[in-house]
C-alpha cells in the first residue's frame, strides 16, 4: 500500500515560517513527481507548489512564489515545503500528493494518484 504522510502544521504568526514534511512509503519514491496543495473548507483544493522526478525543478503557484521552497530528499523519501514571511491568507489544510505523470499540467488535482491526509497551518494576525 502507499501511504503519504504529513506533518510540521501548526500555529505561527504572520511573518513567521514553518516547514512541513511528508513522508511516502509503497512507491519508487525517486520516479514520482511530488506535489503540495492547501484547501480552506468551502473552497476548491489549491496548486502550492510541485518537484519534478526527472529533472528536479519546482515549480510554485503565484500566490506562494519567492516566500515558499520544496525540496525533497529521495534516500529518505520525504518532501518539504519551506514556508516563509507566512500570511492570514496561507492558512489552510496543506496536503501532498504523488504522481507518475511527466509533462502534465501540475496544477490540475486529478493527475495526482496519491494524497496524504493532511496538515493543518494557521497564521495569526
Known amino acids: 500500500q502507499v501511504h503519504l504522510v504529513e506533518s510540521g502544521g501548526g500555529l505561527v504568526q504572520a511573518g513567521g515560517s514553518l516547514r512541513l514534511s511528508c513522508a511516502v512509503s509503497?512507491?519508487?519514491?525517486?520516479?514520482?513527481?511530488m506535489a503540495w496543495f492547501r484547501q480552506v473548507p468551502g473552497k476548491e483544493r489549491e496548486f502550492v507548489g510541485d518537484i519534478k522526478w526527472i529533472s528536479g525543478v519546482a515549480e510554485y503557484g503565484d500566490s506562494v512564489k519567492g516566500r515558499f521552497l520544496i525540496s525533497r530528499d529521495n534516500a529518505k523519501k520525504t518532501v518539504y515545503l519551506q514556508m516563509n514571511s507566512l500570511k492570514p491568507e496561507d492558512t489552510a489544510v496543506y496536503y501532498c500528493?504523488?504522481?507518475?505523470?511527466?509533462?502534465?499540467?501540475?496544477?490540475?488535482?486529478?493527475?495526482?494518484?496519491?494524497w496524504g491526509q493532511g496538515t493543518q497551518v494557521t497564521v495569526s494576525s
Open positions: 509503497g512507491l519508487t519514491f525517486s520516479t514520482y513527481t
Open positions: 500528493a504523488a504522481t507518475r505523470s511527466f509533462g502534465m499540467r501540475v496544477f490540475d488535482t486529478s493527475n495526482y494518484a496519491y
